[in-house]
């Protein structure tokens, strides 16, 4: 079973900057794709960044050129550094990853989740 801790969430003036974590309680080496998701009030989960095992990146577009995902394979963790926070960023951020487990299956795993809120 893999778990995977969030944090690094709290409230932030517009124009700050916050770096979450999620920390994953096996070698991340051993696992596919990350990524880090957010929910805001009323809205439906958004995939905001994806990191590949290879280390390719993609963003959401309303946060490309803000945003930077990372992974470290020696912390077993990934990172979303979040700069130019928008009130619109405001929402719970939670990270996911799947893991191969044979015959072409995959197993995903969630964090609980952390808040961001981003006054104006």
């Known amino acids: 079973q893999v778990q995977l801790v969030e944090s690094g969430g709290g409230l932030v003036q517009a124009g700050g900057s916050l770096r979450l974590s999620c920390a994953a309680s096996?070698?991340?080496?051993?696992?596919?794709?990350m990524r880090w998701y957010r929910r805001a009030p009323g809205q439906p989960r958004e995939l905001v960044a994806i990191?590949?095992?290879?280390?390719?990146?993609n963003y959401a577009d309303s946060v490309k050129g803000r945003f930077t995902i990372s992974r470290d394979s020696g912390k077993n963790t990934m990172f979303l550094q979040m700069n130019n926070l928008k009130p619109e960023d405001t929402a719970v951020y939670s990270c996911?990853?799947?893991?191969?487990?044979?015959?072409?299956?995959?197993?995903?795993?969630w964090g609980q989740g952390t808040q961001v809120t981003v006054s104006s």
């Open positions: 996911n990853a799947d893991r191969s487990v044979g015959l072409g299956f995959r197993n995903d795993y």
């Open positions: 096996v070698s991340i080496s051993s696992l596919n794709n």
């Open positions: 990191i590949t095992s290879a280390g390719t990146t």
